[in-house]
């Protein structure tokens, strides 16, 4: 479960895999923002989602959608959102960010365990800055 600290959305299944090492880990990111926990093979992110915890790699990939910046009318401001491999299994299952509509993005896959991207969108660009 994550902490009381933290507002969290989405749907949870099969038990809760976020250990006291993960949220040391993570907790500058996530303390912050909304948490969204991701069990299905693909999800479309909106504009409130700031912190995607993706509970899918154990069982295969998952693809996230990101929300076309245009759409929300944000040309001059920038957007942040954080996604991680919830489950450590990126390597054998990626996680495959897809910008929308017009929008580009530049690294785009999280393949290694433990991964996340945390993407600035600006401008209909997306970029990714992949740390381990």
């Known amino acids: 479960m994550l902490p009381d600290t933290h507002q969290h959305t989405g749907t949870q299944k099969g ?28 999800y479309t992110a909106n504009i409130m989602d700031s912190c995607i915890w ?8 998952c693809t996230i959608q990101l929300p076309e910046i245009s759409e929300y009318n944000l040309s001059n401001e920038m957007i942040e959102v954080i996604i991680i491999d919830g489950d450590g299994n990126a390597s054998s299952n990626n996680i495959t960010v897809n910008a929308g509509g017009s929008d580009t993005i530049v690294n785009d896959t999280i393949a290694d365990d433990n991964g996340f991207l945390k993407l600035i969108g600006y401008k209909g660009l997306w970029i990714a800055n992949l740390t381990i």
């Not at 038990?15 to 299905?40: C, E, H, L, M, S």
């Not at 993706?54 to 990939?61: D, F, L």
């Open 15 to 42: 038990g809760n895999k976020i250990n006291a090492k993960d949220i040391a880990k993570f907790r500058p990111y996530a303390q912050r923002r909304n948490v969204t926990v991701v069990t299905d093979a693909t």
């Open 54 to 61: 993706v509970e899918r790699t154990s069982t295969g990939v």
